[in-house]
């Protein structure tokens, strides 16, 4: 957890493999391939649910593939791979501040509100990747364009990514903002009148079903309940279309210390057990405002096919 957020995870999982390579000699394209393929495909064992970290590990291991086709220099072939990586870096900036532009114009022309209170749950700014954010630069977009009144963002147990780094980055950005505990939330949209709510994602498939931060699915519920828009907001490189639905997404399950400790201090009975799934999974039924890309704003019926036609075009 030194890394979390699934951008950061797949953009400092590839930076550190050039921090591998940069300085080693290979004898041939072919140990260099050998090399890098076990590295990346190591990497990705070490957080199943994300699939940013998978889907950079393939795209790079075809790239290798393509280049050693093209010159037999390993060490051309290893610089390439280096640039190719580092660019990774402006281009999840870039992506990430569309996202933010079309997610929040979206939800100021489904809402109509000309102020949004908006609730976000987990973190998904600056902090959890290159730079910008998913959900979070929704907000940063809404607030840049004096759209934005307040948000909410929860306390995220129980690793209170809300509370130690969402709650960091708005207040830093001078957004105005309150903390609520997870508990909370159904209460809060009875009574603060929250207009929409915006999560990022760690992999969206076909279907639309989402896998995020644990907690997310409990949030869309009680949106749906209360109706208040809920938007997932996810970079392409968070979409795996080769699977039909959430059931078939692994999900990671954390430590039990997690729960039963806080800061080193055991707050629960010892000899309880303890269940502590990482994610959950948001139905495509409850992801009500829609799925913001950097190509736009998808029902989740609509998100195979957006996808490859907008894709084609750019």
Known sequence: MHVRGAPAIAIVGCLSLVVEILPRSFSSTEE?????????????????????IMEAAKYLISVVKDLSLKTKDA????????REIEGMLAKDISDNQAVGRFGAEHMSQLTGVDKLKVLTHCNTGSLATAGYGTALGVIRNLSEQKQLDHVYCTETRPYNQGSRLTAYELVYENIPATLVADSMVSVLMKTKGIHAVVVGADRVVANGDTANKIGTYQIAIAAKYHGVPFY???????IDLSLESGSDIVIEERPAEELTTVAGVRIAAPGIACWNPAFDITP?????????????????????????????VL
């Open 32 to 52: 260099l391939e050998n090399f890098v393929t076990e590295k990346l495909q190591y990497l990705t064992k070490a957080r199943p649910t994300a699939v940013n």
């Open 75 to 82: 060490e051309t072939v290893k610089m390439e791979l280096i």
């Open 232 to 238: 997932i907001a996810a970079p392409s490189t968070a």
């Open 284 to 312: 495509a039924e409850l992801i009500t405002g829609g799925i913001v890309t950097e190509y736009g704003v998808f029902k989740p019926s609509e998100l195979r096919m957006g996808l490859q036609k907008k894709s084609q």
